[in-house]
């Protein structure tokens, strides 16, 4: 399983990096669960990580506006990411998901450095108003995504697994293998959660918090990336 670590800054990429993380995921959260950052801090990481590790940048937290998500997303890919990171925030419905994901994936594919498009759905959805993860992995093929996944919408310590079960997270991961896409977990993962996201086998796990020793308003210490990285093995 691959390890994605969520930096705001060069100095946090640095320990991700240095701490093993398999993938380098620029965020803001100042500005939300999947807060995008500024183009200029995705280029000093790129610069910074090289060709070591992919790096990822979050495009936001969106509502249904699906030229905004697709100029983000050539954005951040023109920016270095090698992946780009949409959240299905204010979308209620399978038409609007569908054609803000079919926006993205359309607007990188016609870039020289083809960005891997990541959508993601919200564990707590109920109680964001926002569409069902189970239903992202069927919309995520059919708009052509790469890769499909789970985090909380609300940061306020509540996990993914006090919304998902672990079946019903094993049914998303299972359905989305099913549809050729790749997954991943993220939302307020703690140590003790290790043993069932092993179960649920993600190819993925999505981190912050964890890695800043709980809370994620403060940084990213490399010795716990190096912690949850010899965990999963
Ligand atoms: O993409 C992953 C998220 O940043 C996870 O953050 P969190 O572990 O603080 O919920």
Redesign the pocket.
């Known amino acids: 399983m691959k390890l ?1 670590v ?1 930096p705001i800054n060069n100095e946090e990429a640095i320990s991700a990096l240095k701490g093993g993380a398999d993938i380098i ?1 620029v ?1 803001n959260p100042k500005e939300g669960s999947l807060g995008a950052n500024f183009p200029g801090v995705i280029k000093e990481v790129k610069e910074t990580v090289g060709n070591q590790k992919p790096i990822s940048a979050a495009l936001g937290d969106f509502n249904y506006k699906p030229g905004t998500a697709a100029l983000a997303a050539y954005g951040a890919a023109a920016a270095g990411a090698d992946y780009v990171k949409i959240g299905l925030y204010d979308i209620q419905t399978e038409e609007q998901a569908y054609e803000m994901l079919a926006g993205i994936t359309e607007a990188v594919r016609t870039m020289d450095n083809v960005a891997k498009v990541v959508a993601c759905a919200y564990s707590d959805y109920a109680r964001i108003n926002s569409i069902d993860p189970a239903l992202l992995p069927a919309i995520g093929a059919k708009a052509g995504v790469d890769l499909v996944m789970v ?2 919408g609300v ?1 306020d310590g509540r996990s993914t697994f006090e919304f998902l079960n672990e079946a019903q997270l094993k049914d998303f991961v299972e359905k989305a293998h099913a549809n050729g896409l790749e997954t991943a977990l ?4 703690k140590f003790e959660d290790i043993e069932a996201i092993k179960a649920i086998k993600p190819d993925i796990l ?5 890695v800043c020793g709980g809370d ?1 308003s403060t940084s990213i210490k490399q010795e716990l990336v190096e912690q949850l990285r010899a965990r999963l093995g």
Not at 186 to 189: F, K, L, M, N, W
Not at 206 to 210: A, F, L, P, Q, S
């Open positions: 994605l969520s995921d965020k985090d909380t940061k993220a939302g307020s993962i999505g981190v912050r918090g964890i994620r």
